[in-house]
Every structure is written in C-alpha cells, then in structure tokens.
C-alpha cells in the first residue's frame, strides 16, 4: 500500500456484481456522487484497496466510451494472497472501495493486425483491445484457453459475436494452445497481445522469439522467476531532485531505501507488476527485474520499478 495518499485514487462504489464463469465474478463500480469515472484506454488496470494491508491491481474489461462506470473481472485464487478471496466473498453492491489508477502500462499501439492469445482470466485486458480495433476494422483474431469450458469468462459472446475471428480452446478438450499454428497462421508484421498465466506467457515468448515476422506484448499477473544463483549486493542511489544520497543494502530494496531515508514514493504491488513504482532512471545502469517493462524498454535503462529492481552499477541515479 502507497505511503501516502495517491492523488489518483478515489471512493468509488459497487454497483454490481455478477458470476461469469466458474470462479470469475464481475465487478461494477461508479462514482460515489454520481460523476464520470476516471478516462482509460485498452490494457489499463486499477487497484481496489480492499483493506489496510491488501491492494490488488486488476485490468478493466468494460467499454472505455462508458464514463459512468468502470469493470473489473476477478478470478478467486484458493492458493493466492487473499485478495481474490476478499472481492468474492466480502465485497458487495452498496459498499464503498478507493480505487487507483487507471494505469496502462499494456497499451494498445497501431498494427495491420492484431492475434490476441489469452488464458483464463487474461482475457480481461484483451477484451476492450479487441472492441477497438474491430471498431476501426482492423484485422484481429483471438485464440483463448482455460482450464475449462465452464471457467472461461466471456467466452460464449465472444464466439457468438465473432464465431470467424475468436478460437476458443479448453484445455480439458484440446490440451494446451497450439500457439505455433496461431502464429504461422498471421500475417507478417502482426502485432501479438498475450495475457495469462507464466507457464502459457513464457512458451509464446519462447514462440515469437524464433518468428521474427510479429510483435509481442505480455502482461503478467504475477512476478518473473529470477534465475538461480543470483546474490544481490549493496549499491548507492543519488536522489536528483535533492541530491541526497542513499545506501541500498543487500537484503533491502531500493523502495525500502528511501521509504526508511523519508523519501516520498508511490508504490502499491512490491513485486513489479503493477507500475506504480516506476521511477526515471538519470544514471547508471538498473538490474531489472519487473514484469512491466518490454525487453526494448528495459533495454532503454531510462526507467526501472524500485519495489523489485536493483543496479548493475555501483551507483544510479533516480528522479526522485
């Protein structure tokens, strides 16, 4: 939870709530005084502060057109944190709830065409991207996967409303996505969108990486494994708006760093998956270890999330 009060958050209220699926509740909420609701683009997400110690960061599913109400789709995760467990089981129409955001660090950038690949719950982000660019007319295609049938939200209007463009593929009754076909099938150039969970995440990357002809993008819902054998060291970070300078010791992050120097500094997940930490990089060379930033953008070391990434430089320097 940010240590300060995030200017973009708000009480916004539950105006509904319904099951999608096995598992899948949606989430509707609205301006406690009846306002419009904060603007978003496809790939966005907000935070729902769901108590003192729980903020859990979901992608919108809704209508961006719609600014009366934003949605949100939540899968109930047994084995999780709690914060699925919270919104299913305790979050009700009527009650109040802060909100972040919306951020977007999942954006929608132009393309020919698109392949969207989604599993499970990935679907969310995937869904307004979809509505876009098939209002523009732009070619698209979906390939979808789930545990089964009966999990998969939004599954049935998907298919019926474009039985041409969206493969739906249970894993109960297909097996795994066959994600070589997919992508031989596109055209060169073709961007490709993929959320879901690590295991489908890491096999279309392992995918694009040997067709050079598309584009991908992922988000991830939980943080990237870091390799074995890795020892973090200390490492000093220079603040350039006051110039102060801050140790980094081996068991601390960077955020903890300055959070303990009394620095302010907005943060949410701790684990490099929502955005919120992302800091601009003036000097020195970061370790990233996000899950936010592309290879390209990590490449550019002209930014790095502070809850989880470290420097490969005796010294950054950060805009803070």
Not at 233 to 247: K, N, P, Y
């Amino acid at each position: 939870m940010t240590s300060n009060a995030n200017q973009e958050r708000r009480q916004m209220q539950v105006a509904g709530k319904e099951t999608l699926a096995d598992g899948v509740v949606r989430v509707t909420l609205v301006d406690r005084d009846g306002a419009v609701v904060p603007a978003w683009t496809p790939g966005s997400h907000i935070e729902l502060v769901l108590d003192d110690t729980t903020t859990r960061q979901y992608s919108l599913c809704g209508d961006p057109g719609d600014t009366t109400s934003l949605a949100v789709a939540v899968l109930r995760e047994a084995d999780g944190r709690g914060g699925s467990i919270r919104v299913h089981d305790k979050l009700e129409p009527g009650d109040l709830v802060t909100v972040g955001g919306p951020r977007n660090h999942f954006a929608l950038v132009d393309a020919d065409s698109y392949l969207f690949v989604a599993g499970g719950i990935g679907i969310t982000p995937l869904l307004p991207m979809a509505r876009e660019v098939d209002a523009k007319g732009t070619p698209w295609s979906l390939l979808y996967g789930g545990r089964t049938r009966a999990s998969m939200a939004f599954a049935h209007e998907l298919t019926a409303a474009h039985p041409d463009r969206v493969l739906v593929r249970p894993q109960d009754e297909y097996g795994h996505l066959d994600l070589a076909t997919a992508l031989d099938g596109v055209e060169p150039g073709t961007v490709v969108y993929c959320c879901g969970p690590e295991p489908l995440l890491q096999a279309i990357e392992t995918a694009c990486r040997e067709r050079p002809h598309v584009t991908l993008h992922v988000e991830r819902f939980a943080p990237k494994d870091l390799p074995a054998g890795v020892e973090d060291g200390a490492f000093e970070v220079e603040l350039g708006r006051s110039g102060l300078t801050v140790q980094v010791g081996a068991e601390e992050t960077v955020l903890d760093a300055v959070l303990r120097e009394g620095v302010d500094a907005d943060f949410s997940c701790r684990e490099g998956t929502c955005g919120t930490c992302e800091v601009a990089v003036l000097g020195g060379i970061p370790d990233h270890r996000d899950s936010v930033l592309s290879e390209d953008e990590q490449a550019e070391n002209d930014a790095m999330m502070i809850c989880v990434s470290r420097s490969c430089t005796p010294r950054l320097i950060l805009d803070l």
